[in-house]
């Protein structure tokens, strides 16, 4: 079993930043791929960033490089979100998933947290 906990959400006006992070316990974490998700309301989960086991490889939305940044630190059982240039349309709950293997689908996923809001007012 692993746990996830999310946190560091919050209200920031458009072009802030905010950095979630993902607490991960129950399972040695080094083995796991990480992903951060969104969904906003009215509209279906979406893909966010993905980091595979190695901490070194990292994959995103399309729509979302060069804003966004996912980092994963073993040490600390945490995986993080760097969110940069915010727009109201990146308002959601954003939820961290852990999986044994990789990938930009939410069923792969298997250990899910609770989910942060994030609202970016304009």
């Known amino acids: 079993q692993v746990q996830l906990v999310e946190s560091g959400g919050g209200l920031v006006q458009a072009g802030g930043s905010l950095r979630l992070s993902c607490a991960a316990s129950g399972r040695t974490f080094s083995g796991l791929a990480m992903a951060w998700f969104r969904q906003a309301p009215g509209k279906e989960r979406e893909f966010v960033a993905g980091?595979?086991?190695?901490?070194?490889?990292?994959y995103y939305a399309d729509s979302l490089k060069g804003r966004f940044t996912i980092s994963k630190d073993n040490a600390k059982n945490t995986v993080y979100l760097q969110m940069n240039s915010l727009k109201p349309e990146d308002t959601a709950v954003y939820s961290c998933a852990a999986s044994p293997r990789a990938g930009y689908v939410s069923d792969k996923y298997g250990y899910w947290g609770q989910g942060t809001q994030v609202t970016v007012s304009s």
């Open positions: 980091i595979r086991r190695s901490s070194v490889d990292t």
